[in-house]
């Protein structure tokens, strides 16, 4: 009887160890899952902590990137060509012409006798300085026309849209205006112009329109260029010379060059001229003399 109930007992005891056995795994368990999300939170913030480095560093990078090429840029643009030739007495007023700087450093050539009711705005190439026009603004002065050379912004004709607006909306002494557009502002003044109704005459100095953008001009055009200019893509001129239009005028200078309508060092990928940079100015100031006057008296009529 006593073996019975102590077998009973022990029965009754391992199943109560049994139980134990098993809330005991659960807790074991529960920690070690418990455990594992903690390794796995910790795997996954350094994860985060190091996708935010990545970010972080890749913005940084980034903008040190950003600042590189603006600094690049400033210090490209205030790069200009220098000065060739002494033009001081061009740049100084005396008895025939008056010159002075605006409030916006735009240089204006005004002769002492304003005998032409027309004015002239020279639109520079990039990264040329308005005093570089100073020989060809000062002797068309001399023939009775105010003459004022455009101050570019950052030195660049894309970011001085409103430059030609604002010369003629400050000059109401002049009725009548022809732009000059000189290498790469060529198409700034092809499109300013075509704005404008007082604007009577576009004058391309080694640079023309691409495409049909003559025809939105429908004004009196004048294309002036050199045997020896290395800036122009003789195959596009071609097919604007095809396409011309009434009051379309084509003139083309022996030896000239495109560096030498402006008195400045040789530009990158031009051509050496093989006449003086006088002799190549002389033929361009009659050639836009002859074009204003003829069609002044066209309009004046």
């Known amino acids: 009887m006593n073996e019975n109930k102590d077998s009973k007992i022990r029965v009754k005891k391992n199943k109560r160890d049994k139980?134990?056995?098993?809330?005991?795994?659960?807790?074991?368990?529960?920690?070690s899952l418990s455990i594992d999300k903690e390794v796995e939170k910790e795997r996954n913030r350094k994860k985060n902590e190091?996708?935010?480095?990545?970010?972080?560093?890749t913005a940084i990078a980034f903008l040190i990137f950003i600042i590189v090429i603006l600094i690049a840029f400033i210090y490209n643009i205030n790069q200009t060509y220098k000065i060739s030739g002494d033009i001081r007495q061009y740049m100084q007023?005396?008895?025939q012409v008056k010159v002075e700087n605006d409030k916006k450093d735009n240089l204006i050539f005004t002769p002492a006798y304003?005998?032409?009711?027309?004015?002239i705005v020279i639109v520079p190439?990039?990264?040329v300085e308005p005093k570089s026009y100073a020989y060809i603004a000062n002797k068309l002065a001399r023939e009775g026309y105010k003459v004022v050379v455009v101050k570019l912004n950052m030195n660049y004709p894309a970011f001085s849209k409103s430059s030609i607006e604002n010369i003629i909306e400050t000059n109401l002494d002049v009725k009548n205006w022809y732009c000059i557009g000189h290498s790469q502002s060529g198409d700034l003044v092809m499109s300013e112009s075509a704005k404008y109704e007082n604007i009577q005459g576009v004058i391309f100095l080694g640079t023309y329109p691409k495409g049909d953008d003559l025809k939105l001009i429908n004004k009196p055009t004048l294309f002036i260029s050199g045997t020896k200019d290395g800036l122009i893509n003789y195959d596009n001129y071609k097919n604007t010379k095809s396409g011309e239009s009434k009051n379309t005028y084509f003139y083309q200078i022996e030896g000239a060059n495109?560096?030498?309508f402006a008195n400045i060092e040789l530009i990158n990928n031009d051509n050496k001229a093989l006449i003086t940079e006088k002799k190549q100015k002389t033929k361009t100031i009659e050639k836009i003399i002859n074009f204003i006057d003829n069609n002044s008296s066209y309009i004046n009529d």
Do not use: P
Request: glycine share 2%; aromatic share 6%.
């Open 19 to 31: 139980k134990f056995d098993t809330l005991s795994i659960t807790r074991e368990l529960e920690k």
């Open 50 to 57: 190091r996708r935010r480095k990545l970010y972080k560093n």
């Open 93 to 95: 007023s005396n008895n």
């Open 258 to 260: 495109n560096t030498n």
């Open 114 to 119: 304003l005998s032409k009711k027309d004015g």
């Open 125 to 127: 190439s990039e990264k």
